[in-house]
């Protein structure tokens, strides 16, 4: 079969997604420097005129990515000669995916995942290419990336480029807060008025009130599925300090076993009894609660802000009836505690191994460039979404997401902390807290024995990573909590 024959037939079957806008070649500044840096690598003799950038992709990345019937794809190769061999590669782990695909040049990586990465050599420390091409990958308004220390960095190593933003954010059932019969009823139980939820307090008792399954109506559908336990849970546990309460001390000792990482498993807990009954099932993820809220059957959903262009699709039935509004918090000291994090995102990650790294790097500033990724943003059914400013202002971004999603979206990553633990091990890390989170939602054990085991669990995996060799991790990555997004010099 031809050259990407065979993925251009699996686009057309599977993906009915269409761009927003016409199909054109021009990028903005960012990208054409990228364009200029390809031209001038193959008349200096750098790099083959006919070269080709291997690139790996989930299936769910490849419209938007390479665009709706390759458009993107082909943008690039005509402008600069250079092709690009694209494979599908499985919904695992990057760290899987990279060594099962030694050749190469460029995938992506979820930010949690990129200590593991860097510390086995399989992506590059793209600090030295931004420097020789003169990029600066910086959070500035109007057109920078919204927080590249959070997508992109670990401590001063640029280890990837944003292409996906990915924080939680909550929906609920407009039409439902809005009806006076709801409010008086609320105000007869609760003694107080019927509102968005500022605390994980308040939302449990709202979903409570809107629980009713005698009338196929579940008050809740976050994710309790294993897998993705850690996303839910952390949000909770950050907010039980200020300004976040951690995940280890200063010497790697674990602290959720402790009063916070109980009270964080116990709200996630509760939850489970207001959901569907088989909420819990391997495989239960967004791609079974979501559909379950746009269905009208669930009051409140937790997700990233592509849940808000699903929900807003002209074939949704609750366009016009839900909200989007930011994640609860915990009261400390009369403070309201919110934190948040990207849980998901795919952001582009270059292979050592790859024979094309520099090509790499420059096709992704050009696929990056704000004027360029808004045509992988603006993918209908696409699993990319905003991550640079302009992202957040552009009207048919605007028309696609609703504002009101995108100006949550927006504030929510002023509150947004590194996920994950920051750890090399850190699948290990997570892999435990996400079992022990799902045998307590189970009530197969309690929150306190869920947070005793995962401790104990982590203490055994940091002894077999090394206590000393993480320890400089750990200090770099608890820096990240406070860094702000300002260019770092060896970007410039």
């Known amino acids: 079969m031809a050259r990407n024959q065979w993925l251009r037939m699996t686009i057309g079957l599977s993906w009915l997604a269409v761009s927003i806008g016409p199909s054109i070649s021009l990028a903005g500044e960012q990208g054409e420097r990228a364009l200029a840096a390809v031209k001038a690598m193959i008349a200096a003799g750098e790099v083959r005129k006919d070269a080709t950038i291997k690139v790996a992709f989930k299936s769910g990345n490849i419209a938007a990515l390479l665009g709706p019937g390759l458009e993107l794809q082909n943008d690039w190769e005509q402008r600069t000669g250079v092709m690009i061999n694209a494979r599908v590669i499985p919904q695992q782990p990057a760290l899987l995916n990279l060594k099962a695909n030694p050749d190469i040049d460029l995938t992506v990586a979820r930010t949690h995942e990129f200590p593991d990465l860097l510390e086995q050599g399989l992506v590059e420390d793209l600090t030295p290419m931004a420097k020789q091409f003169g990029f600066t990958i910086d959070g500035n308004p109007p057109k920078g990336y919204i927080r590249p220390r959070l997508q992109a960095y670990v401590g001063d190593k640029l280890v990837a480029i944003p292409a996906d933003g990915d924080i939680l954010m909550l929906y609920l059932r407009l039409d439902m807060l809005e009806s006076p019969v709801e409010k008086a009823a609320f105000r007869k139980i609760h003694g107080r008025e019927l509102a968005i939820p500022k605390t994980w307090q308040d939302y449990e008792q709202l979903i409570q009130f809107f629980h009713r399954p005698q009338q196929g109506m579940y008050g809740s559908a976050e994710q309790r599925e294993r897998e993705s336990a850690w996303m839910l849970w952390m949000p909770r546990y950050l907010s039980q300090g200020y300004p976040q309460r951690k995940l280890f001390d200063d010497k790697l000792t674990p602290l959720i076993d402790s009063p916070a990482g109980i009270a964080a498993t116990e709200s996630y807990i509760r939850t489970v009894r207001y959901s569907p009954p088989d909420i819990l099932g391997d495989g239960k ?191 770099t990555f608890n820096a990240g909590l406070v860094n702000s997004d300002a260019a770092p010099a060896a970007a410039k």
């Open 285 to 475: 993820d967004y791609s079974y609660t979501l559909p379950l809220f746009m269905q009208g059957k669930v009051f409140a959903t937790m997700f990233t802000i592509a849940g808000a262009k699903l929900l807003n699709s002209a074939a949704s039935p609750v366009r016009g009836k839900f909200t989007t509004v930011p994640i609860p918090g915990t009261r400390i000291d009369k403070r309201l505690v919110r934190r948040n994090l990207p849980i998901y995102g795919n952001n582009l990650v270059v292979s050592t191994k790859g024979a094309q790294r520099k090509l790499a790097f420059l096709f992704t500033m050009w696929l990056t460039d704000p004027d360029t990724s808004l045509r992988t943003v603006g993918v209908k059914g696409g699993f990319t979404d905003p991550f640079r400013w302009n992202h957040v202002n552009d009207a048919r971004l605007r028309e696609m997401y609703t504002d009101e999603a995108l100006a949550v979206f927006a504030k929510e990553w002023d509150i947004a902390v590194l996920p994950g633990t920051g750890l090399p091990g850190d699948g290990d890390y997570l892999d435990a807290l996400n079992q022990h989170l799902w045998l307590a939602a189970s009530g197969k054990q309690s929150a306190a024995e869920a947070m005793r085991r995962t401790a104990q669990e982590w203490d055994k995996i940091t002894q077999r990573q090394g206590r000393e060799k993480l320890l400089p991790w750990l200090k």
